[in-house]
């Protein structure tokens, strides 16, 4: 009955989105402020129905309901209850209606935190977010439905969770990361909002400044938890491979990012309008396509969700309807937004706009290679090929030194126009300063790489021209100066940060990881990178629902003991899969990573060890770039009424000039 009522509240859910999308539109067209206000009610409602049906999925899963069909194929008796309630969003089905149930908690947040927008845009907003969420609803009840079920014949026991999925990522990785993916349907409600409305001023901008930079936030965490559960887990140490799915989301981050940037230039000077609602629909339209790549069937992934082209074919016919509708009224409006207002070639806009130009090229580069291999299989009627990290480093990695080489010169950029004394004065002194901690963390790691040494020099360069900025902004106050600057700078210095420490990071590890493949018996040692491991031997343990063998490796340096790693060779009994699960000894500087292979001989395994320097810094940049988002919307001008007010009015003067 429970699993009834979850379908029913699905239903509902979709009649809610489906009033959400039509009402509030009739009240601004017909300009009646009631049926405005309708939005509220309906977003909780669609909400609340949502939660309730994920809720009775969730039931289904801890009460090991067999009888339904998802349940039956991604869980099993002998589940941890954790891994339980969260294999209710470990396939293709429930994974989805984790995305509505997103999607309707960003309408409700937009219901309830947009009060000082004017009704009318309030509406036009939230009837862009039922209207998208009507679509998700139909593709997950008629082509996803997690509740159908088996009756009369079901199992008696269920096949199991993916043992790759049995883990804590599991658990953060995939909400997150479709807070980040489903948020930017945000940005661009606003944009088709004021699209529609002809209010193409800078106040949108700023209405959906914060709403983005949340999205962008939760978005870089996920990516960020995704390449960290991808290192320790898939057992061969790696953190990124341009797998089509990690692209996936990759290129809706690069679009976001520009947006990020766009709408602080459109909000401060009201340049580049057309241009920012043109990425905030870009945005979306990227995590759409992601959408599309993981659930179709028309891409081979470790980290796909489905492989049934019909699904692919709903998506696509959405993705044509949401993207063509978008930019056919983008096409009309167009000409309604421009604006005479000027910039030199050093001020700050034009680096925002140099910044925007990279970022988007870019993710078209990432694009390509993604996409080609599908392209070339449909006109070579079936040949398979497949494009690698090396195209993908090949292209992507020049593009990203002079950004990362403008983000340093940008810190001392103004608005409208910059003196060359001050953009440029001081920075030789800087590259200076640059150049010998560079050749010092060269000299420490005897590391001579040509691409070591350009990435550092430009990161680290980053980090002094930061730090300088701070320092100016002090204004002879000590820190208590630096304290007195807004949300939003500390957001750009702590996302700028991040960016040069997980560069830093990402070189580091690529051009001085060292590895060893060897067979090791007990008593058996090596060395690698300074560290000696000596073998101890195997052990057989027995885990909740998996027996292991789980390998003894002692890890020490010049003759102290570090740590005791325990990598596990897993069979998990439901499914008769076999795993690797690696050990780590971790620290600020470097990891050591071991995983057990196969047995091999008497008491023989086969032992995998890296020693990753700095890997751990590709994280913690990616952590500091996620708290500069969320730092930004601190900011006091996000809640001033002032605007609101100002906007209120010339949203009455329009309604009551039509209704004359």
Known sequence: MIIELGHFALILAL???CCLAVLPGFGVSLGRPALMRTGGSLAAGMFVFTLVSFVCLAQGFIGDDFS??????????????????????????????????????????????SQQLTDDMRARVLAVLGSVSIGFYLFLIFTSNPFDRT????????????????????????????????????????????????????????????????????????????????????????????????????MPWLIATALVHSLAAT????????????????AFSFSLLGAFLVRSGVLTSVHAFAVDPERGVFILWYLIIVIGGSLLLYGIR?????????????????????????????????????????????????????????????VFVPLMLP???????????????????????????????????????????????????????????????????????????????????????????????????????IVTTVVMSEELDLLMS????????????????????NGPNYSADRGIIAVSRQGRLIEMLYPEKRLYSASQSVMTEADISVSFWRDVYVALGEPIGNQAWSVRVHVKPLVRWIWLGGILIAIGGFTTILDKRYRRLKMARQLQSRAETSVQASLA
Not at 95 to 101: A, E, I, K, Q, R
Not at 269 to 277: Q, Y
């Open 151 to 250: 009756l009369p014949f079901f199992p008696s026991e269920g096949a199991d969770l993916n043992p790759l999925l049995q883990d804590f990522g599991l658990i953060v990785h995939p909400p997150l990361l479709y807070i980040g993916y489903v948020g930017l349907s945000v940005p661009f409600a606003f944009a088709i909002a004021s699209l529609s409305s002809g209010q193409l001023d800078a106040a949108w901008a700023r209405w959906s400044r914060p709403w983005t930079n949340v999205a962008w936030a939760f978005l870089t965490l996920g990516i960020t938890l995704g390449s960290w559960w991808a290192y320790y887990e898939l057992g061969w140490g790696g953190w990124w491979f341009w797998d089509a799915v990690e692209n996936a989301s990759f």
């Open 403 to 505: 950004l990362i080489a403008l983000m340093a010169l940008s810190s001392f950029s103004r608005w409208r126009r910059t003196a060359t004394e001050v953009l440029f004065g001081r920075q030789p002194i800087r590259l200076l300063i640059s150049g010998l901690v560079c050749l010092i963390f060269c000299l420490l790691t005897s590391t001579w790489n040509l691409w070591f040494q350009v990435v550092s020099l430009i990161s680290i360069w980053l980090i002094v021209n930061l730090l300088a900025d701070a320092r100016y902004r002090q204004g002879g106050r000590g820190f208590a100066g630096f304290l007195k600057q807004t949300p939003s700078y500390y957001g750009m210095w702590l996302g700028h940060i991040g960016i040069a420490v997980s560069a830093l990071g």
């Open 334 to 394: 167009a000409g309604q937004m421009s604006v005479n207002v000027g910039f030199g070639w050093l001020s700050r806009e034009s680096f925002i706009l140099a910044n925007n130009l990279i970022l988007t090229v870019s993710a078209i580069t990432v694009l390509l290679g993604t996409i080609y291999p599908l392209i070339y299989e449909w006109f070579s009627s079936g040949q398979k090929i497949s494009v690698g990290p090396p195209y993908f480093n090949m």
């Open 68 to 113: 339904v069909a998802y349940v039956a194929r991604n869980s099993n008796s002998a589940l941890p209850v954790y891994y339980k309630i969260s294999a209710v969003w470990g396939a293709h089905e429930g994974s989805f209606l984790l995305w509505c149930l997103v999607m309707s908690s960003w309408t409700l947040a937009v219901a309830m935190f």
């Open 15 to 17: 009649a809610m989105s």
């Open 522 to 541: 007990p008593g058996d040692k090596t060395q690698i990178a300074g560290y000696d491991l000596r073998f101890e031997g195997v052990e057989r343990v």
């Open 267 to 282: 909000e401060k000077r009201g340049v580049f309008r057309s241009w920012t609602v043109l990425l905030a629909i870009f």
